[in-house]
T-cell receptor
Framework: GENVEQHPSTLSVQEGDSAVIKCTYSDSASNYFPWYKQELGKGPQLIIDIRSNVGEKKDQRIAVTLNKTAKHFSLHITETQPEDSAVYFCAASSTSGTYKYIFGTGTRLKVLA | DAGVIQSPRHEVTEMGQEVTLRCKPISGHNSLFWYRQTMMRGLELLIYFNNNVPIDDSGMPEDRFSAKMPNASFSTLKIQPSEPRDSAVYFC????????????FGPGTRLTVL
């Protein structure tokens, strides 16, 4: 069935360094890829998304890249700050078929001051 | 703009009791999703509605779970009877257009069944 694998499960970086989280999807029909940030005790919040017609999207310190051939996409956070510490989830969905989000298992990012 | 509103934020109940979780989607959104989050299973989609109609309830774990959406601004998820293994955080999410995908999540209800 449809599956999204996310790595790593935990990631610790020094403040100011970059962090990269990678996801791989199985459904070749997937064409929408959102990333969510979940802070303790809160719901997931959309931070960036990308559609399959582009290869990269950037929003200030956050960027997402997509490789459709390899069926993987990545979240890049530059100049990390302590407030970036959270759990990050990737997801994949298709605008044909079921439209469901298939979520990755999450990455706990810890930014060390 | 108000986001997705869920109530209660925390619920503690005893095994066998009925539990009702509530959700108000973002105004103007016509699709609504119920998720469950646990450490073991991550985020699981339970059911989703489009224009108040349930589209897919294949994620509902058992007949003890039921969901309704009587109008565009309100949905409930009911568990009857509740069991300790139902303890989890339940999220509601909504989207403006079922086909454009971006889902916005509420703050969640943390359910503890003793």
């Amino acid at each position: 069935g449809e599956n999204v694998e996310q790595h790593p499960s935990t990631l610790s970086v020094q403040e100011g360094d970059s962090a990269v989280i990678k996801c791989t999807y199985s459904d070749s029909a997937s064409n929408y890829f959102p990333w969510y940030k979940q802070e303790l005790g809160k719901g997931p919040q959309l931070i960036i998304d990308i559609r399959s017609n582009v290869g990269e999207k950037k929003d200030q310190r956050i960027a997402v890249t997509l490789n459709k051939t390899a069926k993987h996409f990545s979240l890049h956070i530059t100049e990390t700050q302590p407030e970036d510490s959270a759990v990050y989830f990737c997801a994949a969905s298709s605008t044909s078929g079921t439209y469901k989000y298939i979520f990755g298992t999450g990455t706990r990012l810890k930014v060390l001051a | 703009d108000a986001g997705v509103i869920q109530s209660p934020r925390h619920e503690v109940t005893e095994m066998g009791q009925e539990v009702t979780l509530r959700c108000k989607p973002i105004s103007g959104h016509n699709s609504l999703f119920w998720y469950r989050q646990t450490m073991m299973r991550g985020l699981e989609l339970l059911i989703y509605f489009n224009n108040n109609v349930p589209i897919d309830d294949s994620g509902m774990p058992e007949d003890r779970f039921s969901a309704k959406m009587p109008n565009a601004s309100f949905s409930t998820l009911k568990i009857q009877p509740s069991e300790p293994r139902d303890s989890a955080v339940y999220f509601c999410a909504s989207t403006r257009d079922f086909y454009t995908d971006t889902q916005y999540f509420g703050p969640g209800t943390r359910l503890t069944v003793l």
